[in-house]
Nanobody, 127 residues
Framework: QVQLVESGGGLVQAGGSLTLSCAAS????????LGWFRQRPGKEREFVAA???????????DYADSVKGRFTPSRNNVKNMSYLQMNSLKPEDTAVYYC?????????????????WGQGTQVTVSS
């Protein structure tokens, strides 16, 4: 029943910033793991970041090594929104970005572990 829609992609120069948004309906539980993935041209879909429930109104963030210190995931369960703040963007960050969700509080970092997916939004970083 959960549906996800990404937005906020676009063209940005290297070193710039961009914020992606994911609107959720269904709605997902506050305990759902909410992830972000990306698929670069000619490559497999890869994990980017996620938020994971660790207590009432408390979440832990997980990151791929390639984006640590640059990307920050966040969520607002009242608004049924999740976000990915991207800073210090590099040309290799160019990809279609997807938000995803799954009904678990466990750490999830592979695409097969997520049950629900958005349609994707294109991010292009120029040099």
């Amino acid at each position: 029943q959960v549906q996800l829609v990404e937005s906020g992609g676009g063209l940005v120069q290297a070193g710039g910033s961009l914020t992606l948004s994911c609107a959720a309906s269904g709605p997902p539980s506050s305990r759902y793991n909410l992830g972000w993935f990306r698929q670069r041209p000619g490559k497999e879909r890869e994990f980017v970041a996620a938020t994971r429930w660790i207590g009432e109104n408390a979440y832990s963030a997980d990151y791929a090594d390639s984006v640590k210190g640059r990307f920050t995931p966040s969520r607002n369960n009242v608004k049924n929104m999740s976000y990915l703040q991207m800073n210090s963007l590099k040309p290799e960050d160019t990809a279609v970005y997807y938000c995803a969700a799954h009904n678990t509080i466990q750490r999830l970092t592979t695409s097969r572990e997520y049950a629900y997916w958005g349609q994707g939004t294109q991010v292009t970083v120029s040099s």
